[in-house]
């Protein structure tokens, strides 16, 4: 009964900045981390950036810099503005959340991404 919707993919040039947003719905009690990830054609997906509560982040390589990870915690929602996009941030991005449920059992949850390309 949880739901994790992405949102705030789309074409960009290089250089260029998107703002992604994921909102998590349904029987949740608390949400722990929250992060994202993104997967190109024929290649693992990948951790780019997680946040828990407190507001403590962490950030792949690749993205420090010019990817910044928030989050409003009243509207159970993650957010990631990517600044300076690099064609090789081409991917689908998804979000995750390890949510406590009623049964104070946590997992984890996926969204079913949002594709982000960067063109030269």
């Known amino acids: 009964q949880v739901q994790l919707v992405e949102s705030g993919g789309g074409l960009v040039q290089a250089g260029g900045s998107l703002r992604l947003s994921c909102a998590a719905s349904?029987?949740?009690?608390?949400?722990?981390?929250m992060g994202w990830y993104r997967q190109a054609p024929g290649k693992q997906r990948e951790l780019v950036a997680t946040i828990i509560t407190a507001g403590s982040t962490n950030y792949a390589d690749s993205v420090k810099g010019r990817f910044t990870i928030s989050r409003d915690n009243a509207k159970n929602t993650v957010y990631l503005q990517m600044n300076s996009l690099k064609p090789e941030d081409t991917a689908v991005y998804y979000c995750?959340?390890?949510?406590?449920?009623?049964?104070?059992?946590?997992?984890?949850?996926w969204g079913q991404g949002t594709q982000v390309t960067v063109s030269s």
């Open positions: 349904g029987s949740i009690f608390s949400i722990n981390a």
């Open positions: 995750n959340a390890a949510i406590v449920g009623p049964l104070a059992y946590v997992r984890d949850y």
